[in-house]
C-alpha cells in the first residue's frame, strides 16, 4: 500500500513559490530523502504531508485519508520532528517526554524505552534549555519516536551535530529500517546521509523536483556522485556555502 | 486501565505548573511583588502622618503672620535658606506642619508650578492676601487651615467645630479596606493577561504549539491546563496577600466566602478569555505586550483599583462599570466590606463567566496554532 501520494501540489507565500507542482508516492517501508538547497521548498513539502500547512492546490493523502476528513487518525500514526523547535527550558527531558507521551496514552515505559534508543539515559533529569545541540536533536527524535509511528517525519535531523553524533542518529534510524514497520521521509544537506539511509532520493530545487530515483539510478559518467550530480543540475553546490546558492 | 498519570490534562498542567514554579522570577513579580505593593500602599496610607505645606512669604512689610511665626514658628536653616516651621499638634485629624519660606515673586510662581509650594502669601497695606490655584484641593485646604491658624492661633479645628468630630472606626472604611479587594482583582487580571497570554505567543514563537498540535492532543486541553494553573497561582497569591493584610490591618471578610469564590472564579474565566483573544494570533510578544497594555492599563485606572471612579464624570460611570475589572472589583469589595452575599454577586458572576467564554470562543475561532 501506499503510504503517501502527492499530487501536484502548490503553495506559495506572498511573493515566494515555495512549492510549485510536486507529485510523489511513496510505498510502505521506504525510506525517502529530500536533498536540496536552502530555501528550496523542503520544510514546506514536509509540513503539507505532515498535515501542518494546507496546500494551496492538489492532494495529499496519508495511506489513502486526507487530512481534512481523518485528522485524529492520522496525528496518531505520525511521528515528527520539525526544523526548529524549543522544548518548554524549564522542563527535563523525561518531564517532556511524559507530557508528549500522555498526547498518545503511552506511560512511563514507552519513555523509559525511547531514552535508552536515542542514548539520552545519562541527561534524563536534565532541564531541555541545557542541552547541547545534537542532544536537543535526539530529544526531538526521542519525541518523534514514542508513538511508533509508522510513517516518520525528520526535517533535517543532523543538521549542526558533530560527525559523531550524526554517526549515532544513522545508527537509530538504520535500526528503524531493518524492522521495516516504519516509513521514513527525511531532509537533509548531507549526501552521505541520502545515500547510505535512503532508499530513494529526490531532488528539489526552486519548488520543483529535479531528478528522483534510487542513488544508482541517479548517478552516470558525468554524475559519479550526489554532489556532482547536483552541480549538473541546478550549477549549485548542495551544502557547501549555501548562503552563495540564494 | 489507563494509569492517571499518563491523562494528557494531568500532563499539561504538571507540566505548565513545574514551569511556572521553576522560574523564580515569575514567581517574585507574580506572587511577591503584589503583596509588597499592597502592604507598601497599605502602611503609606494608613499611617497617621503629618500633612505638610509649603508657604512661600512674598511680603514688603510685616503682616500679622510674622508675628505669629516669632511667636509659634520654629526657624532653621536648611540648604542656606531660612525656613521657619510651624507645627499644629491635632489628636484626630492628625498634626499639621506649615513650612515658611521667604522668596521673590518669580521664584515663588516657580516653585508653585514645579508643585514644590502650595501656597503664596503677600500682603497689600499689612493685610495677608493668598495666592493659589483654586482647583488645587490641597491648596485650598492649605488656605483653610492657614487662614483659620491665623484668625485663631492656640485654638485647633476639632476643639473650635460647631459639631464634634467623631471618628470612624468600623471595620470596612478605611482605606486599606478599599484598597485590599482592588488589589486582589487587579492580581488575578494581570496575573492571567501575563501568564496566560504569554505562555501562549512564546509557545506559538517557539514553534512549540506547532509540535504539540502535530501530535492526537487536545486544543482545549492544553488551554484549560494553562487556566488551571493560573487560577491556582491567583489563589495562592490572594491567600498570602489575605494573610499579611489580615495580620497587619486587621482587615476581614465580612460576606459570605462561597459567594467570593464564585465570584474568583468567575473573574478569572473572563481574564483567560480576554487572554485566550489576545494572543490568538500574534507570535510577537512585542504585539502581545502592546494588547496587554491596551486591555490592562485603562481598567487599572477606570475600575476604580487605587481610588474610586465616582469622581470621573457621571456619564462614564456608566461605561466603567461594564468594565470586567470594576465588575470583579465592585464585587470582591461589595463581599469584604459591606458583607454581600450570593444575591448580590450573581448578576456580576454571571456576566463576567459568559463575557470569558464569549472571547474564548472568539478567541478560538481565530486561534494560531502555528
Ligand atoms: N511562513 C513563510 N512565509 C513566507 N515565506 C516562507 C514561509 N515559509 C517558507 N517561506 C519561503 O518558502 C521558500 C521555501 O522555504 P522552505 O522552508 O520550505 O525551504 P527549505 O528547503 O526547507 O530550506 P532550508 O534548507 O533552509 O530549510 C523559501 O523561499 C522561504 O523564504
Ligand atoms: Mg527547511
Redesign the pocket.
Given at each position: 500500500m501506499l503510504q503517501i501520494e502527492v499530487n501536484s501540489v502548490y503553495k506559495s507565500?506572498?511573493d515566494?513559490q515555495?512549492?510549485q507542482g510536486i507529485s510523489l508516492a511513496i510505498p510502505s517501508g521506504e525510506f525517502v530523502a529530500l536533498l536540496?538547497?536552502?530555501?528550496?521548498?523542503?520544510?514546506?513539502?514536509?509540513?503539507m504531508m505532515e498535515g501542518l500547512r494546507k496546500p494551496d492546490s492538489g492532494e495529499i493523502r496519508i495511506q489513502g485519508k486526507s487530512w481534512q476528513k481523518h485528522e485524529n487518525e492520522l496525528r496518531k500514526i505520525i511521528g515528527l520532528s520539525l526544523?526548529e523547535t524549543r522544548f518548554q527550558e524549564k522542563l527535563t527531558v523525561r518531564e517532556t517526554l511524559r507530557l508528549f507521551a500522555s498526547f498518545f496514552g503511552l506511560g512511563e515505559k514507552r519513555v523509559d524505552e525511547v531514552i535508552a534508543w536515542t542514548g539520552l539515559e545519562s541527561k534524563h533529569q536534565s532541564m531541555t534549555g541545557t542541552l547541547s545541540g545534537g542532544q536537543r536533536q535526539r530529544l526531538a527524535l526521542a519525541v518523534a519516536l514514542l508513538n511508533h509511528p509508522q510513517i516518520l517525519f525528520l526535517?533535517?535531523p543532523t543538521t549542526g551535530l558533530d560527525p559523531h553524533s550524526r554517526l549515532d542518529l544513522w545508527k537509530i534510524l538504520k535500526s528503524l529500517k531493518d524492522s521495516g514497520e516504519t516509513t521514513l521521509i527525511l531532509?537533509t544537506?548531507y549526501m552521505e546521509e541520502a545515500e547510505s539511509l535512503c532508499d530513494h532520493i529526490i531532488i528539489?530545487d526552486e519548488?520543483k523536483i529535479l531528478r528522483e530515483g534510487r542513488l544508482e539510478e541517479l548517478l552516470n559518467e558525468n554524475a559519479r556522485n550526489l554532489d556532482e550530480l547536483f552541480i549538473q543540475l541546478t550549477g549549485k553546490t548542495l551544502n557547501e556555502n549555501?548562503e552563495k546558492s540564494q | 486501565m489507563k494509569s492517571f498519570k499518563s491523562n494528557q490534562l494531568y500532563q499539561l498542567t504538571l507540566t505548565q505548573f513545574l514551569e511556572t514554579i521553576r522560574e523564580p522570577e515569575v514567581l517574585f513579580w507574580g506572587i511577591i511583588f503584589p503583596v509588597l505593593i499592597s502592604i507598601g500602599l497599605g502602611l503609606a496610607f494608613t499611617q497617621k502622618t503629618e500633612s505638610k505645606f509649603h508657604v512661600i512669604l512674598v511680603e514688603t512689610q510685616p503682616t500679622e503672620l510674622d508675628s505669629l511665626l516669632c511667636l509659634y514658628a520654629q526657624p532653621e536653616q536648611i540648604e542656606g535658606k531660612e525656613i521657619r516651621t510651624w507645627k499644629v499638634p491635632d489628636d484626630i485629624l492628625g498634626n499639621t506642619a506649615f513650612r515658611f519660606e521667604r522668596k521673590d515673586w518669580h521664584s515663588a510662581i516657580v516653585s508653585l508650578k514645579r508643585g514644590e509650594a502650595d501656597l503664596i502669601v503677600t500682603d497689600s497695606t499689612g493685610r495677608m492676601q493668598y495666592h493659589f490655584d483654586p482647583h488645587n484641593s490641597q491648596a485650598q485646604l492649605a488656605y483653610m487651615k492657614l487662614s483659620a491658624l491665623v484668625h485663631s492661633p492656640e485654638a485647633s479645628v476639632t476643639t473650635t467645630a460647631a459639631a464634634p468630630i467623631r471618628p470612624l472606626t468600623l471595620k470596612g472604611v478605611r482605606y486599606i479596606d478599599f484598597l485590599v479587594p482592588g488589589l486582589i482583582a487587579f492580581g488575578i487580571m494581570s496575573s492571567i493577561l501575563w501568564g496566560v497570554s504569554y505562555t501562549i505567543i512564546e509557545r506559538r514563537s517557539q514553534k512549540l504549539l506547532r509540535r504539540m498540535i502535530a501530535t492526537p492532543m487536545k486544543k482545549s486541553n492544553f488551554l484549560f491546563a494553562l487556566m488551571f494553573v493560573r487560577i491556582l497561582m491567583n489563589i495562592v497569591e490572594a491567600l498570602i496577600l489575605f494573610f499579611f493584610v489580615w495580620w497587619l490591618f486587621d482587615i476581614q471578610i465580612q460576606g459570605n466566602i462561597g459567594a467570593l469564590l464564585v465570584l474568583f472564579m468567575a473573574g478569572n474565566i473572563a481574564f483567560t478569555g480576554i487572554a485566550v483573544l489576545v494572543s490568538c494570533h500574534t507570535s510577537k510578544t512585542e504585539v502581545g505586550t502592546g494588547w496587554i497594555n491596551a486591555v490592562q492599563m485603562p481598567m487599572m485606572i477606570l475600575s476604580g483599583i487605587f481610588f474610586s471612579y465616582h469622581n470621573f464624570p457621571e456619564w462614564s460611570i456608566r461605561i466603567i462599570k461594564l468594565l470586567p475589572l470594576t465588575a470583579l472589583t465592585d464585587g470582591i469589595r461589595s463581599i469584604f466590606n459591606e458583607g454581600a452575599g450570593w444575591m448580590e454577586i450573581i448578576t456580576p458572576s454571571v456576566a463576567l463567566s459568559v463575557f470569558g467564554m464569549l472571547c474564548l470562543v472568539i478567541g478560538m475561532r481565530f486561534f494560531k496554532w502555528y
Open positions: 507565500f506572498k515566494v515555495a512549492v536540496g538547497p536552502n530555501g528550496a521548498g523542503k520544510t514546506t513539502l514536509v509540513e526544523q526535517d533535517e531532509t544537506h528539489v519548488g549555501p | -
